[in-house]
């Protein structure tokens, strides 16, 4: 019975889980959460240190009371974008940049004016421009680049390596073929030519699992470690999106829209990212900083439980008679906007009641991500389905208005932790030998009974509100707006 273990190293926490694919079952999980760490505004930070102790720690809760000596292989999962330098001893020089810090803002700009495409303050290059001129003693000092997961990865092998899905979303990586751009790598530093480890294929494994990992995890040594992946391009594989047509939306502390293109969709600007995906085609993607937050937020403040707010909203209209919730609360990513704050406008007497705020929130965040479905569709790439994951799908109200907004089905895929699924998945097609995407569309992927479909007939309703949102947000917060002046 071979077993293969799924690590999926977020923002928030890491999720692990051991599954069975012959079976089609996941026999074990654990889970350990921990913050971030912030001393500014827009800094959002993490000690790796407490990625390694959380695998630890989510590994062996996961393979309690069950047979480790059966696990063939790790795949791993990791948040997007943080930047992990370490020294010429391969020690880490200081805290993870995530991909929510946005204090590489200006560095932004200034590589989206060198590079001629638009680059967001998530990106790594960013990052790392921004360390060279704010800790110059820190980045002489760097000797290897890391993202995340590869952090973890060479944490299990001892191998620094990286692959095409999780290093497409540092502002690097040539699209075609999908190589270093060393002419990227020198506007920010010749010397960072010598600090960017070799690239994988996705059908390559990034090691095997050395001695020293292997006993803090209970698992033997030796087994295949796969090369892992961004968090989106895992929770693909997680949901079965391996082939066009078939849209991943999450609600989770970020927004992501995704789905698997077998050409390159370049997107002059800058909503819908070229990254790659982790079977060796392409992943489309577009990333909001605020998601299922942002209602959060609203519910705290009105002291009500999930069921009461809900329950609330479910009874205002959609379009919220007018009122907009510009969702902007940690500045925003797409549009690019990191000098953005949150807005509520449209207000009457009587239109604050707590119900009415937390659609009108909802609102805001799907307005966002459906901008992305546009692009997509005006690139080529035409969705006939939805499948949604993340906190947020467990709302179902949102799952409506998500239906509505979009005007397609929803499909809810049965396992909650689609990125350490796929880490799982991953491993275990390559232990046995197979292309990863072939492996998981025969595997094929759980799915909820019946789909939540669209209402034709507050289509129009949803366009208006989406057209007002996307104008009060250009005007407040666009280029040459009071609110971008202001920052």
């Given at each position: 019975?071979?077993?293969?273990?799924?690590?999926?190293?977020?923002?928030?926490?890491?999720?692990?889980?051991?599954?069975?694919?012959?079976?089609?079952?996941?026999?074990?999980?654990?889970?350990?959460?921990?913050?971030?760490?912030?001393?500014?505004?827009?800094?959002?930070?993490?000690?790796?240190?407490?990625?390694?102790?959380?695998v630890c720690t989510a590994s062996r809760q996961a393979l309690q009371g069950l047979p480790a000596a059966q696990v063939r292989g790790i795949g791993v999962s990791g948040q997007q974008h943080g930047m992990v330098v370490l020294d010429k001893d391969n020690m880490v020089l200081q805290p993870a940049k995530?991909?929510?810090?946005?204090?590489?803002?200006?560095?932004?700009?200034?590589?989206?004016?060198?590079?001629?495409?638009?680059?967001?303050?998530?990106?790594?290059?960013?990052?790392?421009?921004?360390?060279?001129?704010?800790?110059?003693?820190?980045?002489?000092?760097?000797?290897?680049?890391?993202?995340?997961?590869?952090?973890?990865?060479?944490?299990?092998?001892?191998?620094?390596?990286?692959?095409?899905?999780?290093?497409?979303?540092?502002?690097?990586?040539?699209?075609?073929?999908?190589?270093?751009?060393?002419?990227?790598?020198?506007?920010?530093?010749?010397?960072?030519?010598?600090?960017?480890?070799?690239?994988?294929?996705?059908?390559?494994?990034?090691?095997?699992?050395?001695?020293?990992?292997?006993?803090?995890?209970?698992?033997?040594?030796?087994?295949?470690?796969?090369?892992?992946?961004?968090?989106?391009?895992?929770?693909?594989?997680?949901?079965?999106?391996?082939?066009?047509g078939t849209l991943v939306l999450s609600l989770g502390t970020s927004g992501t829209l995704f789905g698997p293109s077998m050409g390159l969709i370049e997107d002059p600007t800058g909503i819908i990212c070229p990254f790659a995906d982790a079977t060796g085609a392409w992943l489309p993607l577009l990333c909001?900083?605020?998601?299922?937050?942002?209602?959060?937020?609203?519910?705290?403040?009105?002291?009500?439980?999930?069921?009461?707010?809900?329950?609330?909203?479910?009874?205002?209209?959609?379009?919220?008679?007018?009122?907009?919730?510009?969702?902007?609360?940690?500045?925003?990513?797409?549009?690019?906007?990191?000098?953005?704050?949150?807005?509520?406008?449209?207000?009457?007497?009587?239109?604050?009641?707590?119900?009415?705020?937390?659609?009108?929130?909802?609102?805001?965040?799907?307005?966002?991500?459906?901008?992305?479905?546009?692009?997509?569709?005006?690139?080529?790439?035409?969705?006939d389905e939805l499948r949604v994951v993340g906190g947020g799908a467990r709302n179902r109200l949102w799952r409506r208005i998500v239906a509505d907004a979009f005007q397609l089905p929803l499909r809810f895929p049965l396992e909650p932790e689609a990125a350490a699924l796929g880490g799982a998945l991953q491993?275990?097609?390559?232990?046995?030998?197979?292309?990863?995407?072939?492996?998981?569309?025969?595997?094929?992927?759980?799915?909820?009974?019946?789909?939540?479909?669209?209402?034709?007939?507050?289509?129009?309703?949803?366009?208006?509100?989406?057209?007002?949102?996307?104008?009060?947000?250009?005007?407040?917060?666009?280029?040459?707006?009071?609110?971008?002046?202001?920052?």
């Amino acid at each position: 019975m071979p077993l293969y273990l799924g690590l999926d190293v977020g923002t928030s926490g890491t999720k692990a889980l051991l599954y069975d694919p012959d079976k089609k079952q996941v026999l074990g999980r654990g889970s350990v959460a921990y913050g971030v760490q912030s001393s500014r505004a827009g800094e959002a930070e993490q000690d790796p240190a407490i990625w390694i102790e959380a695998v630890c720690t989510a590994s062996r809760q996961a393979l309690q009371g069950l047979p480790a000596a059966q696990v063939r292989g790790i795949g791993v999962s990791g948040q997007q974008h943080g930047m992990v330098v370490l020294d010429k001893d391969n020690m880490v020089l200081q805290p993870a940049k995530l991909w929510c810090d946005v204090t590489s803002a200006e560095e932004a700009e200034e590589l989206s004016r060198v590079y001629g495409t638009t680059l967001v303050p998530s990106f790594t290059a960013t990052k790392l421009l921004w360390l060279k001129r704010h800790e110059p003693d820190v980045f002489a000092q760097v000797a290897t680049v890391l993202l995340p997961h590869n952090y973890i990865n060479f944490w299990l092998t001892g191998e620094a390596v990286m692959e095409a899905s999780d290093a497409s979303g540092m502002g690097f990586l040539s699209e075609n073929p999908r190589l270093w751009d060393w002419e990227r790598v020198k506007a920010v530093d010749p010397r960072l030519c010598d600090c960017l480890p070799p690239l994988r294929s996705a059908n390559e494994p990034a090691g095997r699992l050395q001695p020293d990992a292997a006993e803090r995890l209970g698992l033997p040594a030796g087994i295949v470690v796969g090369p892992g992946g961004g968090d989106n391009a895992m929770a693909a594989l997680g949901v079965g999106a391996v082939e066009e047509g078939t849209l991943v939306l999450s609600l989770g502390t970020s927004g992501t829209l995704f789905g698997p293109s077998m050409g390159l969709i370049e997107d002059p600007t800058g909503i819908i990212c070229p990254f790659a995906d982790a079977t060796g085609a392409w992943l489309p993607l577009l990333c909001i900083i605020n998601c299922a937050g942002v209602p959060e937020e609203v519910r705290q403040a009105h002291g009500l439980s999930h069921e009461e707010i809900t329950e609330l909203a479910s009874r205002e209209q959609p379009g919220c008679d007018g009122v907009t919730f510009l969702p902007f609360l940690g500045g925003e990513r797409t549009p690019n906007w990191p000098h953005a704050s949150g807005a509520l406008l449209g207000l009457r007497v009587g239109s604050s009641r707590p119900g009415l705020v937390y659609r009108a929130a909802l609102e805001g965040v799907t307005f966002l991500l459906a901008a992305g479905k546009e692009r997509l569709r005006a690139h080529g790439l035409v969705p006939d389905e939805l499948r949604v994951v993340g906190g947020g799908a467990r709302n179902r109200l949102w799952r409506r208005i998500v239906a509505d907004a979009f005007q397609l089905p929803l499909r809810f895929p049965l396992e909650p932790e689609a990125a350490a699924l796929g880490g799982a998945l991953q491993a275990a097609a390559i232990d046995r030998g197979q292309r990863v995407g072939k492996f998981v569309s025969s595997h094929g992927i759980a799915l909820e009974e019946g789909a939540t479909l669209p209402d034709p007939g507050v289509a129009g309703a949803y366009r208006a509100a989406m057209q007002r949102s996307r104008a009060l947000g250009q005007a407040l917060f666009g280029e040459g707006s009071p609110g971008k002046g202001a920052h």
